[in-house]
């Protein structure tokens, strides 16, 4: 019996030998992807005994942003359609219905087939433009993205309206993870391509991170990127800045200067009247809102890192103002819903009035869901929020970096919300909040000083009034009027900017 046994052994040892080489092959080979550290990281399955013990480490949750050392700022040549060209929104071929059935991006997918088509069914036709609007052709003309204005958000600020900006900033990074994978499932459909794997969040080790070394790039240099990147679409833009600056330091050097400029210069556009139509407004009022989104879930992933340091005041005060104007989106949102009752047959066939009507419908569950059924509500809720984002701003900023703008902004809003509520004790808060600016460290640019020192003027020409019962109506209206107005030379300059590098008008031809 040995002895056969013995036999055996013997006459199979190469099958034995066979079987040992593939599973010490496979056991490497699964070692081997376990430990990869890219950001897509796989993990196969197998037996405890494959892995290697290590000492345990403390882990945690980390955004990378960006990459050290010498940046030459020199935007890169793209085959993408930059903004408002037109690219290819695809039909969906190649992609599997039945995919994401039953998941949190079954409704996504039917929307994603919902418009496919859209530009076959409906009309895009520009009638009753006024040619005496001033407003470039190449600007009326501009391609939409009806499409993305219908899947994407571009009210992205209503859902967590209600909530303290604290939990924002604790949901920061989850929100971005279901934004970026949103955004992959989107390219998958248009591209009928399934080989992207699902977005990840990267563990990476505390310590690991390079000693941040500050962003020296002057004011010329800056404004010189940002216009040759202008065109581009804004995501686009918004991607290529993170991955490649936001890895200096927060504080020293120009990181924050860039911040800002990039923001404001680039990614906060202009929207034009040129008919009497007002579908043509609202939809470029949501188009230009579609970039808040991606700017709103990216900069709070990053401010969630840079919370008190200068860079995280300049992104604080960047979400503050895509507050505002998400509150005006709103305003132009209330006011489609009433002309959308009253357009023609012919009105309906067209993109714009199709675009605004399933826009009415996306949004009508969560703002009846958010208690926010007037312009009353969007004030109120929205005025709540902005003074939440800015006393955030004026107590976490460093070494009262500019934190007489945080408290000039926060008069602001005051205001603005006591003169729409008819509220004193809101407008005497407001002139509360100037009062404190003398008093505070100059720190930082204080942007806002040429507004405040004319509403300090009018002020003490007055008897240095403090409690707004004593204001005239006229008074009252002169404030507002400044602060209507303090951004005038401004857009001035950045509607000429953006007419000259986006929207040139066609040149007469010589005789």
């Known amino acids: 019996m040995q002895k056969g046994i013995l036999n055996f052994l013997f006459e199979s040892r190469f099958y034995f030998a066979f079987y040992i080489s593939v ?147 604790e949901s920061a990074e989850d929100n971005l993870f279901v934004h970026k ?16 794997p699902p977005i990840t969040m990267r563990i990476s080790k505390e310590g690991e991170a390079e000693p941040k070394s500050p962003l020296s790039m002057p004011k010329e240099d800056r404004s010189k990127y940002l216009d040759r990147t202008l065109k581009q679409k804004k995501e686009k833009q918004l991607d290529e800045f993170i991955s490649r600056f936001m890895g200096y330091d927060p504080d020293k050097g120009d990181l924050s200067f860039f911040v800002r400029d990039l923001y404001y210069e680039n990614l906060q556009r202009l929207a034009y009247p040129f008919s009497g139509d007002p579908s043509y407004f609202a939809i470029d009022y949501f188009q230009e809102n579609l970039n808040k989104e991606d700017f709103l879930r990216q900069m709070m992933a990053a401010l969630s890192e840079n919370l008190g340091t200068n860079t995280g005041t300049e992104i604080l005060f960047t979400i503050e103002n895509i507050y505002e104007i998400q509150a005006r989106a709103l305003e132009q949102y209330f006011q489609s819903k009433e002309f959308l009752k009253l357009a023609t047959p012919e009105q309906k066939q067209t993109l714009r009035y199709e675009t605004l009507r399933r826009v009415d419908e996306k949004y009508r569950k969560l703002l009846r869901d958010k208690k926010i059924f007037t312009l009353k509500d969007v004030e109120e809720a929205y005025s709540k929020k902005r003074i939440d984002i800015i006393d955030t701003l004026i107590s976490k900023t460093p070494k009262g970096y500019r934190i007489k703008d945080g408290y000039f902004d926060k008069g602001r809003i005051l205001w603005e919300a006591g003169m729409s509520r008819k509220d004193s004790k809101l407008l005497t808060e407001a002139i509360s909040n100037w009062n404190r600016i003398p008093n505070l460290q100059a720190n930082g640019d204080f942007l806002n000083e040429k507004p405040y020192e004319a509403i300090q003027l009018l002020l003490r020409d007055l008897g240095n009034i403090s409690d707004a019962d004593r204001l005239s109506s006229g008074s009252k209206d002169q404030i507002e009027f400044i602060l209507r107005t303090r951004l005038s030379e401004t857009m001035n300059k950045k509607k000429e900017r953006e007419d000259k590098l986006l929207w040139p008008k066609s040149k007469l031809p010589t005789k």
């Open 23 to 169: 599973v010490l092959h496979i056991t490497l080979i699964i070692y081997s992807f376990n430990q990869s550290d890219s950001p897509y990281q796989k993990t196969l399955c197998g037996p405890p005994w494959i892995y290697v013990t290590e000492e345990e480490k403390e882990v945690s949750f980390q955004m990378s942003f960006g990459k050290l050392g010498g940046e030459s700022g020199n935007a890169e040549a793209t085959d993408e359609p930059s903004d408002g060209e037109e690219g290819d929104e695809g039909d969906g071929a190649g992609f599997s219905k039945g995919k994401y059935k039953g998941s949190q991006w079954e409704n996504l997918v039917k929307d994603l087939e919902g418009t496919s088509s859209l530009r076959k069914q409906f009309k895009n036709e520009y009638d009753q433009i006024n040619e005496n609007s001033g407003v470039a052709d190449s600007y009326i003309k501009r391609n939409r993205d009806y499409e993305d204005i219908i899947i994407k958000d571009v009210l992205p600020t209503v859902k967590g309206i209600r909530d303290p900006f604290r939990v924002d900033i």
């Open 181 to 196: 994978e949103r955004n992959r499932i989107i390219e998958e459909f248009r591209k009928g391509d399934e080989s992207s």
